[in-house]
């Protein structure tokens, strides 16, 4: 049963489109990613650890998604992709430092199959890193003053403010409930909208790269949002068939939304907490929680609610005037939520 719940996910219709929604980000990503590593491999410094971790970060850093939905909102409100290369560059840095102290809060030693700056160097050489990254975007960011418009930049700043400060916002209230299995999947969920203005930052910045009128960088700016909750939502979903990620989550973060919702009956609450105080969660105890899991009414129902925002989402874009911008928004959308 719980391989074809596996494989139900993957469905060869559902990878194809990510595979496409993955090309299209890539695609708008690249040049802005060349850069941004060039730039941070140019730094070199005294301490050989330092040196060492830019050129691991370097290595593995294929952010992709932050500087292509910028390159998609610039060019969905009709301006030019490549104008918003330098910004993309600077968001890059930026995301990057905040992703670096994120590893450190969350105790990640691994993502994806790969050793984190913090699991690879330890705490203090991750964190100076990261400071690094992020004096190197607030330096680009203020470099490009000299290129763009004051107008511009001020709204660009204030998105930067705003939604960033959200995000920081979001994950210190994460950070108060690690290893609280009693929290509300309510609770759960309304920080989980607040981390996804990291993802409205970017849709907006691009939008006013494009010189988007405010209802479309308003559009642009609900879009990025719901992109963002629903690529949560899909990532907690699939952290719990990862063993690893399930105990760490346990340790060290929030449990997967999809489990509190679960958890609102009793008796699944407990039969899957006996499965995760075990020091080991076995491949069959991760089996045994996923049929629970999935089995659900109320993760069911929570399911339904997700699907009715990608459909309120893809109706909303419809007014968007730049049809291959357009198109390409509608796949990343129908991507992120086919496998649900």
């Given at each position: 049963?719980?391989?074809?719940?596996k494989q139900a996910r993957k469905t060869p219709k559902n990878t194809k489109l990510i595979e496409k929604a993955t090309r299209i980000l890539q695609q708008r990503s690249a040049k802005a990613i060349a850069i941004a590593k060039k730039m941070i491999l140019s730094e070199k410094v005294e301490c050989?650890?330092?040196?060492?971790?830019?050129?691991?970060?370097a290595k593995n850093w294929n952010d992709y998604l932050h500087p292509g939905l910028i390159s998609l909102a610039c060019e969905a409100v009709n301006g030019n992709p490549d104008d918003s290369i330098p910004i993309q560059i600077a968001m890059l840095l930026l995301n990057a430092a905040?992703?670096?102290?994120?590893?450190?809060?969350?105790e990640s030693k691994t993502k994806y199959g790969i050793p984190t700056l913090f699991g690879k160097f330890g705490k203090d050489v991750a964190l100076l890193a990261g400071d690094a990254f992020l004096i190197k975007a607030l330096t680009y960011l203020h470099?490009?003053?000299?290129?763009?418009?004051?107008?511009?930049?001020?709204?660009?700043?204030?998105?930067?403010?705003?939604?960033?400060?959200?995000?920081?916002?979001?994950?210190?209230?994460?950070?108060?409930?690690?290893?609280?299995?009693?929290?509300?999947?309510?609770?759960?969920?309304?920080?989980?909208e607040k981390k996804a203005s990291s993802f409205e930052a970017?849709?907006?910045?691009?939008?006013?790269?494009?010189?988007?009128?405010?209802?479309?960088?308003?559009?642009?700016?609900?879009?990025?949002?719901?992109?963002?909750?629903?690529?949560?939502?899909?990532?907690?979903?699939?952290?719990i068939f990862e063993s690893d990620e399930l105990q760490n989550r346990v340790k060290n973060e929030c449990l997967p939304l999809p489990m509190l919702y679960a958890f609102k009956n009793p008796q699944t609450k407990k039969t899957v907490m006996e499965i995760l105080s075990k020091p080991k969660i076995?491949?069959?105890?991760?089996?045994?929680?996923?049929?629970?899991?999935?089995?659900?009414?109320?993760v069911k129902m929570f399911k339904n609610k997700i699907r009715l925002l990608a459909k309120k989402t893809l109706k909303d874009i419809s007014e968007v005037q730049n049809q291959?911008?357009?198109a390409q928004i509608q796949i990343l959308i129908k991507a992120v939520v086919g496998d649900l």
């Open positions: 049963m719980t391989t074809s719940r050989r650890e330092i040196n060492e971790a830019f050129e691991y970060y905040i992703d670096i102290h994120d590893d450190i809060i969350d470099k490009l003053e000299e290129k763009s418009s004051a107008q511009k930049i001020n709204a660009i700043w204030d998105i930067i403010n705003d939604q960033f400060f959200e995000l920081g916002d979001a994950e210190a209230l994460e950070a108060s409930l690690k290893g609280n299995v009693n929290i509300s999947p309510e609770k759960c969920l309304h920080i989980l970017h849709t907006r910045i691009g939008a006013v790269i494009g010189d988007g009128r405010q209802s479309e960088i308003d559009r642009l700016g609900n879009y990025g949002k719901a992109l963002g909750i629903l690529t949560f939502v899909r990532e907690d979903f699939i952290d076995s491949d069959k105890g991760t089996e045994r929680i996923v049929d629970i899991i999935f089995e659900e009414k109320n291959n911008a357009k």
